[in-house]
């Protein structure tokens, strides 16, 4: 995993009256605990993957709660786990990456909404919206109100979201309705603290079995049950929710002087709206303000009650709703028209339709707001001081600068054993002509980006194979290549992939990147990765599954040595062989390696150990200045410098010190047959006395080189 949790797991022991402190997703796992959940289950996905990892580092706590705890295959497997909660009053939680992951669930999620539940369940997704997203820019909301699940947007403050998280199982409970939490990045890593309690042991557990099984088929999503939930859902668990909802107090009204003009801010917007009210001086630094705000913890199903009595003699509200559509804008406007209020309300007029809700963002839809409504005891002239003052930086900046900031798009980390697969697919390209190549969801996606351009279409998590189903007969003899990363293949892939590929008899090419990990959400365990117990062989191969499904053409290739990744590519695109041709390009995490072999590295150099590491570089008198070094490999630590040559201008290669000695420069040098100035160093610490004889003899011999070809120089 990317990080261990294995010392702040032993937080979520922490008991009634004592202080936790932690970080959001923390926070969330005791909450989940202090709720008496009898199962917990998901898929890895930022920004929600830490949960996942502080499960694992917590099993023998889970084990002596009789708490199951089980990582699903994916975010469908995870969903359709929930279906313990159906017939049986077990409190269940499943965690996956928002919206994609809910998109890959909806089928389980549609069946467990109309069914309804028994125990308590709450997914915890992470929506993951905004610049600093990894996905589509679509919002959770609408498949909650498409599917009559309730939505919680938790304002970031550890004691009221572990609160909420506690409440979500009693709302789940009182409307037999399962519940989403969302939760963005900022509130999954934001340190906090909160009074903790008790953890709760389940009454149904893996201590305390279920002795008998039980059937109703009024659960059962077939007819003529369904038309009897769709009926319950109108007439029973919507009304329950809001009944609930409102007699919890699970929004919050903060109340103001200033009640002219109101907001109703997302619980997950809230801490961002009262700091731009407190830039304009209308709040202060713990959260007071002078405007009244309606937090809404709970985004769907809104109460109409709550909403009109915070509305109801008020000019203007501003409602402050990320993302598109305007759902929550056009259900309150709704429910003020019904209640014939003539309320003014403004929100996507002053804020963005599209986008983050940054900081400024919202400090500049909020002053906008305040300039049109005109507020009684507001200072126009201080808000347009403040305003012009947060922006006025980046203006001066940009005028400087004179051009639009180049993009900084990411990229594969130093050393990454995808990166070659790239740079000899590039080579292959140049020598057999241009190919579609279908991407899928990974790290292997960054290859769409400079340097490699690679990658016609993404589609879907394990999907690449699937979307060149329809383009690869219309290149005719021409292949396509699709490239899908390991926790794909497992993920979709080989059940949608590979299945319809054998069985539509489809030649292509699908090469499998096998770095042993799902690496892209902080390197957790696949089926085909090492087994964390010390076991050396892998849990299930990637190779025999394919030879099971009666795949024929596969080759394993180590990534690192690019020509023989080249000629791989070559036999695979080339061979007459029809049929699919499956390439796993074999070699781990460089950043998983390096988190492994680093401390071990230390503690050897420490105890006195001889240890060889092996770096790279550039001979700046060789290097010709061309870059192509660059344009092929594309590797960070790759970057260039002054050419010490004072008649040469161009500047030349440099490897820099971030090099984790992998080779891929000189590797794809020697491919494309560039030129020959990579050089390979092996670095020795605590040098044994033959090494350091033998750097003597070295250090004497190039000396004595050098002084030859100085005498034999021409005058």
Sequence with gaps: MERSFAKEVALLRRGQGEMFEGEGILAIAKALLQSGVSYVTGYQGAPVSHLMDVFADAKPLLQELGVHYEPAANEAGAAAMLAASINYPMRGAAVWKSTVGTNVASDALSNLASAGVRGGVVMVVGEDYGEGASIIQERTHAFCMKSSIWLLDPRPDHPRLVELIEQAFQLSEASSTPVMAEVRIRACHMRGRFTAKDNVTPAISTKTPLTTPDFDYGRICLPPSTYVQEQDKVNRRFPAARAFIAAKGMNEVLDGDLDEVGIIVQG????????????????????????????????????????????????????????????????????????????????????????????????????????????????????????????SPGERARALIGAPLPARPPGFCTGCPERPVFAAMKLVQKELGQVHVAADIGCHSFATLPPFNMGNSILGYGLGLSSAAAVAPMFGERRTITVMGDGGFWHNGLSTGVTAALQNRTDGVLVVMDNGYTSATGQQFIPSSTADEGATRPRISIEQALRAMGVTWVKTQGTYVVKDMVKTLREALTTKEKGLKVIIAQQECQLARQRRIKPQI???????KRVVRTRYGVDAATCTGDHSCIRLSGCPSLTIKENPDPLRRDPVAHVNNDCVGCGLCGEVADAAQLCPSFYRADIVGNPTKRDLWIARLRQRLIARLQHFAEWRAPA
């Design 602 to 608: 230390a503690a050897a150099l420490k105890a006195g």
């Design 268 to 391: 997950g917007h809230a801490n961002t709206l009262l700091r731009a009210l407190a830039r304009l001086g209308l709040a202060d630094g713990f959260g007071a303000s002078r405007i009244p705000v309606l937090v809404l913890n709970v985004t769907y199903p809104l109460v109409p009650e709550q909403v009109t009595g915070f509305c109801a003699g008020k000019r203007a509200v501003l409602v402050v709703e990320e993302g598109n559509p305007d759902y929550l804008e056009q259900a309150i406007a709704a429910a003020l028209r019904e209640a014939d209020l003539n309320t003014r309300i403004v929100g996507k007029k002053v804020l963005p339709m599209a986008g983050e809700y940054t900081a400024e963002t919202v400090l500049k839809g909020l002053a906008r707001f305040l300039e049109g409504a005109v507020p009684r005891g507001v200072d126009l002239e201080r808000v347009g001081e403040v305003l012009a003052a947060s922006l």
